[in-house]
């Protein structure tokens, strides 16, 4: 059965219209005639929202959520479903509402939903620091990522608070705290700025497939995106930066550094920087939030153009040749010059900069092998030089002799061999040898030598003149050589560099792959059986077998690198070897990790099953036997005791019972907690209403309150926060000392700070974060004191209801325990 297609209404804030908007595409939709049901939709009381649903067939809701097996069983064309981001209530089948809707598109029905940017998992830390309020319903970027369509709601900053203030979001009492709070106009202006971006880079991404699957390469100038090349030269910092303001005075480009490899052919010259140095311009550019690539190709100027065109890129910056004037005049325009002769679209920015031409001039040359060009100019100069040189010692009254006559030839032919290598030299030898002969040699214009020291001159001049030619071939050989061996150790640095960095994800050091060979896509695949699966892949159309690759390598005897796109060269295969057995490494170290994950959780099951026999073992045997004790004496009948005595023995067996009582309690608390079981129910409440159940226990003379009656009410489980409370304060009155327990509170930013203050001796440093985990009792204090439960179970409640416990020293001495709670207004909206 084929899967639903998901469209989403993304909205930067509460109240912008996203559910108007999708009741509205479903009411069109239905007069139009296509199969539609209501899944879930809640108008937040606003009436015309609400009046949208009339006449829209909707799914009746089940314990107050969606009921997806009705929906699925109704079997509809299209299901609209608010708020993808929903958390269910507990006891539903899926935590969360966009589990629901993979279900449902699965279900091959296609589904339309609504979301805010704050409830993107990788944007709430964003959220918070923006706006002060944690949001608590996230949704994974990937699942609002893989909608098939994404529409923006989108409003104003001042448009949103008229609205509000006109009643059409929230009730008129809350009106003005929202105001003041949340929907202030600087938060809504950043909120609306980081829907734009994501909805911006989602775009792109969908710009990105579509040049791709339709072939197009000319530069399409939706965005400003610059690529700067670097040859990890002294001049690569200077571009670096220049080409970072020239994406900033653009306004929020794409800053995207490229370093061109060579593992065939001639060296590039992007080529010739050392590894330390394209290193440290890498973490330069990612400092500046830039992102780096490294590409191979024959033709470095094609490979960057081609780069270029792949990125969309709009401009590109290269440094000013560090190639002296005469290495200019020799070898032709540079890499710079030919980029901007062949650039097209594509803007070319030639930056000067303090090492322009300053490079060692004609020793350059020398390591430089033979190119296109001049094995061209060689074999013109070898097949017009040596006429044009017979023509010149042919002028009448211009003989010079013989000797001096081969050595102009021997000049020539050495000249070619520089020009042009070996070939091209044999040719020029050979044709300055049969010219010498015909023109020069007596008896003239024969082939005949008359004298044997002539002879001997014109073979030595030949000797010499391939010999010569040889020695410059094989100089350029090994440079190329040497080059490529350069090029395949900075490969090798740069993968070297990632494992050290730990960039071991496979997705990452797949994508690397594709890059550096140039290819279309690359997949690592396993074998189980007789069947192939895909563990992780980078680019377009991965392969599924390796029969359907290009190029395949083989890691192991399950494990096999699948390379689409081109044939690669034999030569290229060593390092592609060293990429797939570090793709085959990260596979190993994130299993070995998985593992290691799942041995740590068993081992911490066993740490708190062994603890809880010990407990059950001592500290709960010990208030039993107190009460069992008591208990048998009150029913001797061989002592006869007095008031004071029966009321001593009653106090102790309820003072047993309460100790039991708390044990126990924290014994299944802890329980729930580590198997995720805690399910807070929250309601704005005021921190009076919980202090009164917490202290019940706690006798009055103990305890000091110090809380403000302006409090702002918190948003809290009662049952889960008074059971943390009285944990801290009960913990607090029997280590701190004589002096009153003193509880306090404040409020700013958004969140109530309650402060549990005691004077006692304190905990050191060392053990502030130890005191919090389970089992724990610091320094030399007895069995039967605990089973060091209770701060344990108290923080992990303060974190299940949205806030946070922590210990900090009391000045003076002693030690604060300090609750941050949300308070009301923190998540008092759950969207338009």
């Known amino acids: 059965m084929p899967r639903g297609r998901l469209k989403i209404y993304f909205g930067s804030a509460p109240g912008v219209g996203k559910t108007y908007a999708m009741l509205g595409e479903a009411a069109r939709r239905r007069e139009r005639g296509t199969d539609l049901v209501v899944g879930f939709a809640d108008p937040h009381g606003r009436p015309r929202t609400a009046a949208l649903l009339d006449g829209l067939e909707t799914v009746p809701p089940r314990h107050g959520e969606m009921d997806v097996d009705a929906v699925i069983a109704r079997a509809p064309q299209v299901a609209f479903v608010d708020e993808i981001a929903h958390t269910n209530a507990p006891g539903a089948r899926n935590d969360k509402r966009w589990q629901d809707v993979e279900e449902i598109l699965a279900a091959g029905i296609d589904v339309v939903s609504t979301v805010n ?9 964003v959220v918070e620091r923006i706006t002060g309020v944690r949001r608590r319903e996230t949704v994974p970027d990937e699942v609002v990522r893989r909608a098939d369509q994404i529409e923006l709601v989108d409003m104003s900053p001042e448009s949103l608070r008229r609205r509000l203030a006109h009643g059409d979001v929230y009730p008129s009492e809350r009106v003005d705290a929202a105001l003041a709070d949340y929907f202030r106009v600087g938060n809504l202006t950043a909120l609306r700025e980081l829907a734009l971006l994501w909805v911006a880079d989602r775009v792109d991404d969908a710009l990105a497939r579509y040049r791709d699957e339709k072939g197009i390469t000319r530069t399409w100038e939706a965005r400003e995106r610059i690529v700067v090349a670097l040859t990890g030269g002294p001049e690569g910092d200077t571009l670096i930066r220049r080409a970072a303001r020239i994406a900033a005075r653009a306004g929020r480009g794409d800053l995207v550094a490229v370093h061109v490899a060579r593992l065939t052919g001639r060296p590039a010259r992007l080529a010739d920087g050392s590894p330390e140095a394209l290193a ?46 005469w290495h200019q005049y020799l070898s032709g325009p540079g890499v710079g010059a030919t980029v901007a002769g062949r650039s097209g679209d594509v803007d070319v920015h030639i930056v000067t900069h303090d090492y322009a031409g300053k490079g060692r001039g004609l020793a350059t040359v020398a390591r430089t092998s033979l190119g296109h060009r ?14 044009a040189l017979t023509g010149v010692l042919s002028i009448p009254g211009a003989r010079l002799g013989l000797p001096t006559e081969l050595l102009f030839f021997l000049a020539l032919t050495v000249g070619v061999a520089l020009v042009g290598g070996l070939w091209p030299a044999v040719v020029a030898a050979v044709a300055g040898f049969l010219l010498l002969n015909w023109y020069f040699t007596p008896p003239l214009h024969t082939l005949t030598v008359a004298e044997l020291e002539n002879g001997f001159a014109l073979f030595v001049f030949v000797a010499v003149a391939v010999a010569v030619a040889t020695v410059v071939d094989l100089a350029a050989r090994r440079s190329s050589q040497a080059a490529r061996a350069r090029s395949e150790a900075t490969t090798l640095s740069l993968l070297a560099t990632s494992v050290l ?13 594709r890059e550096t060979f140039g290819l279309a896509s690359v997949s690592l695949l396993e074998r189980t059986g007789d069947t192939w699966e895909r563990i992780a892949s980078a680019g377009a159309d991965p392969c599924g077998r390796p029969d359907d690759a290009d190029v395949r390598v083989q890691v192991s005897d399950t494990l096999t690198l699948a390379l689409r796109g081109r044939v690669l060269p034999a030569a290229d295969r060593r390092v592609l070897a060293a990429f797939a057995y570090q793709a085959a490494a990260a596979l190993d170290r994130q299993r070995l990790a998985e593992q290691a994950r799942q041995a740590r959780s068993l081992a911490e099951g066993n740490k708190i099953r062994t603890a809880l026999l010990a407990a059950v073992s001592h500290d709960l045997r010990t208030p039993l036997a107190s009460i069992k ?7 001797s009948d061989e002592v006869q005791w007095d008031p004071a005595d029966e009321a001593e023995l009653l106090a102790t067996i309820e003072e047993s019972a309460d100790r039991l009582d708390r044990l126990v309690a924290n014994l299944l608390d802890m329980s729930r907690l580590q198997t995720g079981a805690v399910n807070p129910l929250t309601r704005p409440m005021s921190i009076d209403e919980v202090l009164a159940p917490s202290l019940a226990n706690v006798p009055g003379d103990q305890v000091k309150i110090e809380v403000p009656e302006d409090l702002s009410p918190v948003l809290t489980d009662p049952g889960l926060l008074e059971r943390a409370l009285a944990n801290v304060v009960e913990n607090a009155v029997r280590h701190g000392g004589d002096e009153p327990v003193r509880i306090s509170a404040s409020e700013h930013g958004g969140v109530v700070e309650l402060r549990v203050t005691d004077r006692g001796p304190g905990v050191p440093d060392s053990a502030k974060i130890q005191m919090f985990e389970p089992f724990q009792r610091l320094g030399d204090r007895p069995r039967g004191d605990g089973v060091g439960l209770g701060l344990a179970v108290a923080r992990g409640f303060a974190e299940a209801i949205g806030g946070d416990l922590h210990a900090e020293d009391t000045p003076g001495g002693g030690l604060t325990m300090i609750f941050t709670l949300p308070v009301e207004a923190r998540d008092s909206e759950e969207g338009p």
């Open 117 to 125: 940017v704050e409830h993107l998992e990788s944007l709430a830390d």
């Open 280 to 325: 440290r311009q890498r973490a330069l550019v990612e400092g500046m939030g830039g992102s780096y690539h490294q590409v191979t190709g024959d033709d470095v100027p094609g490979a960057l153009i081609e780069f270029a065109q792949a990125v969309n890129a709009t401009q590109i910056v290269l440094g000013s040749s560090r190639r002296g004037r």
């Open 374 to 387: 001049r094995l061209t100019a060689g074999w013109l100069l070898a097949v017009c030089g040596p006429p």
């Open 501 to 513: 960095r730990g960039e071991d994800a496979l997705p990452e050091l797949l994508e690397r792959v």
């Open 629 to 635: 004790a008591s208990v048998g004496s009150l029913r």
